[in-house]
């Protein structure tokens, strides 16, 4: 079966919606509840703490079937600035579904990352990019065999977690989420307001109050 390619779909989210989610970080929009898809934490950042870009930029998903990697081949011509390539490869460990030419490739169209629920290689290469932020499962030099199937742009599992085209993908070095449009608009104030107990949370524990009091525990 040929590689299908469905059609983006649409939103009416404004770009100033999207950005509120910039301050955001990961914990903080996973503690807001379970359904706020976090990806299986297995699949981690490429480089150490503290040197991973941050992730955030809108799904393309390349649902493979691997180790025949035919969407990721396609999802190139599709791909733009401040997408991020999400490769649905069912944990597959053996092949590589991306590395060096085509990681480089959708980077240079401005794509800001990728997301590989599967294998990549070249990292020494993609640890390189400080503009690009790369979340993987496994890293093997064996590369695909066959790009002839796949889908572009419907839903994929990815870590036990599902991820639609459009979707917002937040990544840091604690993992990844991601949320779809009704999430973008309707709970970022609750995040913001997270952020603001949390900043006050420091300061009182600064200040020398107890953590029994700042966090309202019961006497012991």
Request: charged content about 20%; hydrophobic content about 45%.
């Amino acid at each position: 079966m040929p590689v299908i390619i469905y059609p983006a779909p649409k939103s009416d989210l404004t770009e100033a919606e999207i950005a509120r989610w910039r301050a955001i970080p990961v914990a903080v929009a996973v503690d807001l509840g379970r359904n706020l898809n976090q990806i299986d934490p297995a699949i981690r950042p490429l480089m150490p703490p503290g040197q991973q870009p941050r992730l955030f930029g809108r799904a393309v998903t390349a649902f493979c079937e691997a180790p025949d990697f035919g969407s990721v081949v396609r999802a190139m011509d599709i791909i733009g600035p401040g997408d991020v390539l999400v490769i649905a490869a069912a944990g597959h460990a053996e092949s590589a579904m991306i590395g060096e030419i085509l990681g480089g490739h959708i980077r240079r169209k401005g794509a800001v990352g990728l997301v590989c629920d599967g294998a990549i290689r070249d990292v020494g290469t993609l640890a390189g990019w400080t503009d690009f932020s790369v979340f993987t499962r496994s890293v093997t030099p064996r590369g695909p065999s066959s790009a002839e199937r796949g889908e572009i742009n419907r839903p994929v599992t990815i870590g036990g977690t599902i991820v639609s085209p459009g979707d917002l993908l937040i990544g840091d070095d604690d993992g990844l989420v991601a949320l779809t449009p009704a999430t973008i608009r309707s709970r970022i104030a609750d995040a913001e307001a997270r952020l603001v107990l949390e900043a006050k949370w420091e300061e009182a524990l600064k200040a020398g109050q107890t953590a029994q009091a700042v966090f309202g525990l019961t006497p012991a």
